[in-house]
């Protein structure tokens, strides 16, 4: 993606688009943060509820199918105390933990259930963190299209030049201030005073929504050139043949002159030469440093230095010696598209490439000369790395400088504006002052169709994937109707509901009634109210009693007996021998 950042109203969320990455595209969806980060959490909420659900699910299964099959004592009484505590995996796993030194002949089971809670929780708070690498893809939208702005470059008169070149420079800077990713560019020293480099831009890079494996390749070369510098060049002045044009009359010759004074800045002149396939232009680079003077010395061929005696109080003992080479360079630059290459400005040539028209047309405007060579007037007297060096008597720093540094920050700044290219065009300012046509508009003022058809990226914006935010609610209705579904099934998860605590407490309470009457006239005469005796009724998990008077039995604590279910009475005198017994839970 381009690697500025859009501007407000350049941009339209909750439109469904195509998000280009890597070499494809995925369907998505943006919002705005506010909005995201909302969604954001209501997701992470469901991601929860999905594995509670699905918890719930092995709990109904593991517990109906342990209790049908004749436990013991013990996992009789694990199994129910899971049941009642499932809503709750972190109470399960320490409960069921408590059993494991006392259940020898069966300790798997307690240990199953431990592990299983324990699992169950950890992903209840790891799942929602994971969950960002799925529903998150980034941080870009579709492009507004009346945000967009094409200036033509074509048939302009000198004063639309001048307002073009203005328009541009801005963007230029933006290119030059940003940093661009490790191994993105190759720079590099060859012998004979060479400079080689190189760099491409992915579909994905220049934010295409359906043609991300689009690849333009950028190669270039640059050479040292001693033989282009006219001898005859007076003081102070360096006279060059243009690209060695010994033949050249003198008002072509070009020039450069220590009256150019700052610090050293090029100077370009251009040829192009294209052919069906490939787009070959070739350029020079002046480096205007002639007598400049410099705190450090340098053998660097742009900056090499002599003495200079004059400027020793003014800390600058040094300054750049005349006939500093030239370079000639050349570059090519093709598109690659799915096995089929074109020129640079013939993209329409690649048979089946998805990209409007009015697209490849701005393409073809913004990329028809080698993109470092308009990125080095724009910069003007910032173009070189030596600039940085700068200082205030306009000298420099010459041993700190070198023309392979000074080519680096060119083609870094190039493959950044050529990166950033079809953003910029979001990015113009005041275009109303300027009398240049918009390409991309139509004569009533309307964008043409396909123009948009690409993304923008901005801090303020989430881009969520639309199948992610699809599969997970319908995941978690999917497992809500599932739990409910095998809820209802007669057998054999309808005996689960035997298992709830209140219906354990209504059997518990009919069992110390029935003891209870069929023990002593004293008994029975102590035996709670009368209604009592009329049984619960049973709905599913629930157990209910007709009779508002206080229940028969309470659960009790002694250090003797330990917990226990005891009956409520009114103490009768009654021989020790018939006093009520306790019942055990």
């Not at 909302?38 to 109904?60: D, E, G, N, P």
């Amino acid at each position: 993606m381009a690697a500025i950042e859009a501007l407000n109203g350049t941009f339209l969320t909750l439109k469904r688009f195509s998000m280009p990455t890597g070499n494809d595209t995925r369907d998505a969806v943006a919002l705005s943060l506010s909005d995201g980060t909302k969604l954001v959490s209501a997701y992470t909420l469901m991601i929860k509820w999905i594995i509670m659900h699905f918890w719930a699910l092995v709990v109904l299964c593991g517990v109906a199918f342990f209790i049908g099959r004749k436990p013991s004592h013990n996992r009789a009484a694990v199994t129910v105390q899971i049941w009642n505590t499932h809503s709750s995996p972190t109470n399960v796993a320490l409960l069921t933990a408590r059993y494991i030194l006392h259940m020898r002949g069966e300790i798997w089971y307690p240990i199953m259930w431990t592990i299983l809670a324990v699992i169950i929780v950890t992903s209840s708070n790891v799942a929602p963190i994971l969950l960002t690498d799925y529903l998150l893809i980034g941080n870009s939208a579709p492009v507004n299209p009346i945000a967009i702005y094409v200036p033509d470059i074509v048939n302009n008169s000198n004063q639309q030049n001048i307002e073009l070149y203005i328009l541009q420079i801005p963007a230029t800077f933006r290119a030059a201030s940003a940093v661009p990713p490790a191994d993105s560019v190759t720079v590099s020293e060859a012998g004979n005073l060479t400079i080689n480099y190189s760099y491409q831009v992915s579909g994905t890079e220049f934010g295409l929504q359906h043609a991300p494996d689009l690849v333009l390749k950028i190669e270039g070369s640059c050479t040292a050139e001693y033989g282009w510098w006219d001898p005859r060049s007076p003081l102070y002045t360096d006279y060059y043949f243009p690209f060695g044009d010994t033949n050249a009359a003198l008002l072509d010759l070009w020039a450069v002159s220590t009256r150019d004074g700052g610090p050293p800045f090029p100077k370009l002149n251009l040829a192009l030469q294209s052919s069906d396939t490939r787009s070959n232009s070739s350029y020079a680079m002046l480096v205007s440093s002639i007598g400049r003077f410099s705190v450090s010395s340098s053998t660097d061929p742009w900056y090499q230095t002599g003495h200079s005696p004059g400027t020793a109080a003014e800390g600058s003992p040094f300054n750049v010696t005349a006939g500093r080479p030239p370079l000639s360079c050349w570059e090519t630059n093709t598109w690659f598209y799915r096995g089929a290459s074109a020129n640079v400005n013939n993209l329409t040539s690649i048979p089946n490439l998805v990209l409007p028209g009015i697209l490849q047309q701005t393409l073809a405007s913004s990329l028809g000369v080698p993109m470092i060579f308009n990125v080095a007037i724009r910069l003007g007297r910032s173009a070189l790395a030596s600039s940085a060096t700068g200082l205030p008597n306009g000298g420099f720093d010459a041993g700190r400088s070198s023309v392979y540094q000074d080519m680096q920050h060119l083609v870094q700044t190039s493959y950044m504006a050529t990166k950033n290219l079809l953003a910029e065009t979001t990015m113009y300012q005041d275009i109303d002052l300027y009398n240049l046509r918009n390409i991309v508009a139509n004569p009533d003022g309307s964008i043409i169709d396909g123009a948009g058809d690409f993304v923008v990226s901005s801090p303020d914006l989430m881009t969520f994937s639309v199948r992610t935010l699809i599969v997970i609610p319908v995941v978690l209705v999917g497992l809500l109707i599932l739990n409910i579904i095998v809820g209802l099934v007669p057998t054999p998860w309808r005996m689960t509901h035997a298992l709830h605590a209140s219906v354990l407490y209504s059997h518990l309470h009919e069992a110390a009634l029935a003891k209870m009457n069929a023990g002593t006239e004293a008994e029975k005469a102590s035996a709670v109210a009368p209604g009592a005796n009329t049984p619960y009724t049973r709905r599913s998990a629930v157990a209910f009693h007709g009779d508002r008077t206080a229940a028969p039995i309470k659960p009790s604590y002694t250090k003797a007996g330990g917990l226990q279910w005891v009956p409520v009475t009114k103490p009768v005198a009654q021989p020790a021998s018939e006093r009520p017994s306790q019942v055990s839970g």
